[in-house]
């Protein structure tokens, strides 16, 4: 079954310091790659997101992410977090059979001290 | 502006009386899903629905139903709510149509907070 695993479930990272969080997918066919980032209290919001072509996709608020086809990881970074980063960020697959259907990890918690 | 709307945003009841979520989206967009949100389990899809009087069960559908009677409303029915249905309830809609959707953004509702007793 399609599956999506974010390795890290807690982050805390002081601010200006580098964020890397992981994300891993189990599917070998196509897939669309999507982070959602949800602020406390608030909806998810999109990130970025990956279908073809540039495998290191630039997103909202200076996210960027790189997809490694040969490593089915789809790795959300940032070169310098803020505090106002604090919050759960989600990866997410689409599935392959009903392709509508957003496949979703655990989540990660970032937390950021000034 | 363009949203998806849920009510209530907060709910606490006690097991076994029927309850209601809605869900209401204003961008005409076919597609709706209801999710839960669980600590350490992320995201899992309830239902959705691909048009209006077309609906699917998810992954995890038990205790759980839905309709889609017009197209920019999609509630949430929990007729006999058990404790292990306490959860955060996310509503999304997705714009386009089957085939060219699943490259687009899922817009989300604020969340429904619910506690069953």
């Known amino acids: 079954a399609q599956s999506v695993s974010q390795h890290n479930h807690h982050v805390i990272l002081s601010e200006a310091a580098s964020l890397e969080l992981g994300c891993n997918y189990s599917?070998?066919?196509?897939?669309?790659l999507f982070w959602y980032v949800q602020y406390p209290g608030q909806h998810l919001q999109l990130l970025l997101k990956?279908?073809?072509?540039?495998?290191l996709v630039k997103g909202i608020k200076g996210f960027e992410a790189e997809f490694i086809k040969s490593k089915f990881s789809f790795n959300l970074r940032k070169p310098s977090v803020q505090w106002s980063d604090t919050a759960e960020y989600f990866c997410?697959?689409?599935?392959?059979?009903?392709?509508?259907?957003?496949?979703f990890g655990t989540g990660t918690r970032l937390q950021v001290f000034p | 502006e363009a949203q998806v709307t849920q009510n209530p945003r907060y709910l606490i009841t006690v097991t076994g009386k029927k309850l209601t979520v809605t869900c209401s989206q204003n961008m005409n967009h076919e597609y709706m899903s209801w999710y839960r949100q669980d600590p350490g389990l992320g995201l899992r899809q309830i239902y959705y629905s691909m048009n209006v009087e077309v609906t699917d069960k998810g992954d995890v559908p038990e205790g759980y139903k839905v309709s889609r009677k017009e197209k920019r409303n999609f509630p949430l029915i929990l007729e006999s709510p058990s404790p292990n249905q306490t959860s955060l309830y996310f509503c999304a809609s997705l714009s386009g149509t089957s085939g060219s959707r699943s490259y687009n953004e899922q817009f989300f509702g604020p969340g429904t907070r619910l506690t069953v007793l």
């Open positions: 997410a697959v689409n599935g392959h059979i009903n392709t509508d259907k957003l496949i």
């Open positions: 990956y279908f073809s072509g540039d495998p």
């Open positions: 599917y070998g066919g196509t897939v669309n």
